[in-house]
């Protein structure tokens, strides 16, 4: 089965960018997902289809993919922003989720 | 504005079955499946399967194939899914969620429901 592999943790200053990789084989030739969990509430999504942000996101975030690696980017981070981070692909047999990223702003 | 509320807490006993049901609202119920992605404590995201309302087709990871059942009430606009012979790894809380737009092949989901904590303990 299809795996995509998060760093567990990602630290960035306040005000700064934040980049929070997602690595799977030739992932590339996906479309990645990318989902925000705050402690104890339900996923939401913040990017689609690599790169589009739903209605009622900030333009602070944004995706790219390419190759190996999709990416998130946090740019200007605020505190709201720590949470955790998962990236989704759908592989021909399942939706599948990456192990998911802390991110803390410090 | 699209909304999923699921049912509430389970305590369950190890064999046993939970059916737990996704209630929507503020959308035409039939245009949109509705997945099923559960969360162990500390743990992942994992998806489980979805349907599709409108005919009631389903597909199920392949994890959860034999003991899965989604099953849908148009009439109600609610989704639900069953899990049997429940042990104590299928500790988790459940979540129901609709695709961003309508389509089989939409799988980037948003809303979720609030979740639904299964406890599965003799």
């Known amino acids: 089965s299809y795996e995509l592999t998060q760093p567990l943790s990602v630290s960035v200053a306040l005000g700064q960018t934040a980049t929070i990789n997602c690595g799977g084989s030739?992932?590339?030739?996906?479309?990645v997902h990318w989902y925000q969990q705050r402690p104890g509430q339900a996923p939401v999504l913040v990017i689609y289809?690599?790169?589009n942000r739903p209605s009622g996101i900030p333009e602070r975030f944004s995706g790219s993919n390419s190759g190996n690696t999709a990416t998130l980017t946090i740019s200007r981070a605020q505190a709201g922003d720590e949470a955790d981070y998962y990236c989704?692909?759908?592989?021909?047999?399942?939706?599948?989720f990456g192990g998911g990223t802390k991110l803390t702003v410090l | 504005q699209a909304q999923l509320v699921q049912s509430g807490a389970e305590v369950k006993k190890p064999g046993a079955s939970v059916k737990i049901s996704c209630k929507a609202s503020g959308y035409t119920f039939i245009r949109y499946n509705i997945h099923w992605v559960r969360q162990a404590p500390g743990q992942r995201l994992e998806w489980m399967g979805w349907i599709n309302p409108g005919d009631g087709n389903t597909k199920r990871s392949q994890k959860f194939q034999d003991r899965i059942t989604i099953t849908r009430d148009t009439s109600a606009s609610t989704a639900f899914m069953e899990l049997s012979s429940l042990r104590s790894e299928d500790t988790a809380v459940y979540y129901c969620?609709?695709?961003?737009?309508?389509?089989?092949?939409?799988?980037?989901?948003?809303?979720w429901g609030q979740g639904t904590l299964v406890t599965v303990s003799s």
């Open positions: 989704q692909v759908w592989d021909p047999s399942d939706v599948v």
């Open positions: 969620a609709r695709p961003l737009a309508g389509g089989d092949y939409v799988h980037w989901l948003d809303p």
């Open positions: 030739y992932i590339g030739s996906k479309s």
């Open positions: 289809r690599d790169n």
